[in-house]
């Protein structure tokens, strides 16, 4: 069950990765579209679709960005199907994330379809064996017809009414969350602490992924969350080797530097290098101040206005701004506070040591005596 469990985590992973320049090349094209039409005081580009104009060409743009956003399912459930038993189990991968997206079935239909199609198609592959001169069929028509059979069946026969039920009624839950204040704390804290938990792993994607398939849904807070804890981490401890210098060794210093871009940027990972001098006490500092950064911009009115871009400029797709960038820099301020608990000179400390002891030893090896 463990190894299931790990090969399982592997193939999201691959679904995942395949998934983020499509999220955020669409989510980018949409962003600056709606930024240029709010300069021009126009805030819904539905107007203008049957008219011409700089103002059409926006919309028709934006459509561009809309449509790859669409894209989440099928790309999500083809390249898990694809991780688990390569080409031949990318039709019904893709056709089952189409079939998730129609049916209302949303993230979970999608994971479902996935890894259906991938396990089925690793056992159609292991298991019909035909011989004889209908053996080329296998491939290009038995196997297809099989895989995108039977996960067609399953999404829209079988489970294609209970997911969707699930997924609305999560969706549902989330909104509620998104306009209570109480809760919408919670969601917060929550998203921002599993944010800050892996920088990039299952538990990051996880989170990433809940903010992700809520804004196809049009529930954009908690991707505005998501956003700003992201930020959090790198962009921390960039800033700490250059308040803190002379705590860091200069390897540390040197990647400070790429540590604040990719915080303005809104790279998580940048962080690892750090985290991983100590995970033990910087994996709950990252996860402490992705919480309290998400809370403050929370308690402060952050709100949408628009569908939220990532990164620290992400502050002008937000409403009150301020309580965006607020929350990115307390939650990074908390970091560099934090990097006071671990030495990050040691090595630069041990290097120096192994150095002198090394001339220490050469010089006794040409030690003169004179009798």
Known sequence: ??????????????????????????????????IIGLTMGVTDFGPYADKSGFLHILYLIENVGWRGIGLLNMVLAGYIAYSIADKPALAAGLIGGVLAQETNAGFLGALVAGFFAGYLTLWVKNKVKITGPAAGSVPLIILPLITVGLTGILMSVILGGPLSAINEGLVNWIKHMSESGTSTLVLALILGAMIGFDLGGPVNKAAWMAGNALFLSGVYLPNIFVNIAICIPPLGYGLATLILKRRFSKTYRE??????????????????????????????????????????????GAHVIMPPIGGLYGAVSVGAPFAYLAGGIVGALIIVAGTLLVNFREEEKQQTDTKEASVKKNGEDIELVFD
């Open 1 to 34: 069950m463990k190894k299931w469990l790990s090969e399982a985590k592997k193939h999201l992973m691959t679904g995942i990765s395949y998934l983020l320049p499509v999220i955020i090349a669409g989510s980018l094209i949409v962003a600056v579209c709606k």
């Open 255 to 300: 990647a400070g530097k790429g540590s604040v871009i990719m915080g303005i940027i809104g790279i998580t990972e940048g962080a690892i290098p750090f985290t991983l001098r100590n995970p033990a006490k910087l994996i709950p500092l990252n996860m402490i101040a992705c919480a309290a950064g998400a809370a403050l911009t929370a308690l402060l």
